[in-house]
Each structure stands twice: as structure tokens, then as C-alpha cells.
């Protein structure tokens, strides 16, 4: 698990996170994991893999052409040569 200090929040702000908190039965700490992760993952989100996947069903490719996906080149990747 990661570590995250948030340095210069307003008074103001850190009350109203606490407020929050208390109402949903929470510690601040937890509220503000769960703002953070409310935000930047939201639900509904779809992963690109999945997207990936149903472009595919939607274009009709089998499960073998699927599994032809999957068997990936695994030399690194070279840069492009633009001269």
C-alpha cells in the first residue's frame, strides 16, 4: 500500500472531511480512500481489456483468433526510426 501526505489543506476543508466522514459512519482516513478512489475509478469504468474484448465478439473473431492475442512477442519493443 501506498503512502499519501496532503500538506496546505484549508481548515475549512479538513472540517467539512471530518463531517463527512462522522455522517457515513467513517474515519477520516477511510473517507478520504474512498473519495480518491470514487474518483479516480469510477464505477462502470471499463477496462481496457474488456473494451478490447467486446470490439472483438463484436467483429466476430473466434476464441482461436482470440488466443493468437495472447501469444505476444516477447522482445522489447523498438523505438521508431524517424530519420
Excluded at 482516513?29 to 469504468?45: D, F, K, N, Q, S
Excluded at 476464441?63 to 523498438?78: K, M, V
Amino acid at each position: 500500500m501506498a503512502m499519501l501526505t496532503v500538506r496546505n489543506l484549508p481548515d475549512e476543508v479538513h472540517r467539512a472531511l471530518r463531517v463527512r466522514a462522522a455522517l457515513r459512519g467513517r474515519s477520516t482516513e477511510a473517507e478520504v480512500r474512498a473519495i480518491l478512489e470514487e474518483t479516480v475509478l469510477p464505477e462502470g469504468r471499463a477496462a481496457l481489456g474488456t473494451l478490447l474484448t467486446s470490439v472483438g465478439r463484436g467483429a466476430g473473431l473466434t476464441d482461436d483468433e482470440f488466443a493468437g492475442f495472447a501469444q505476444r512477442d516477447a522482445a522489447p519493443a523498438r523505438p521508431i526510426d524517424l530519420e
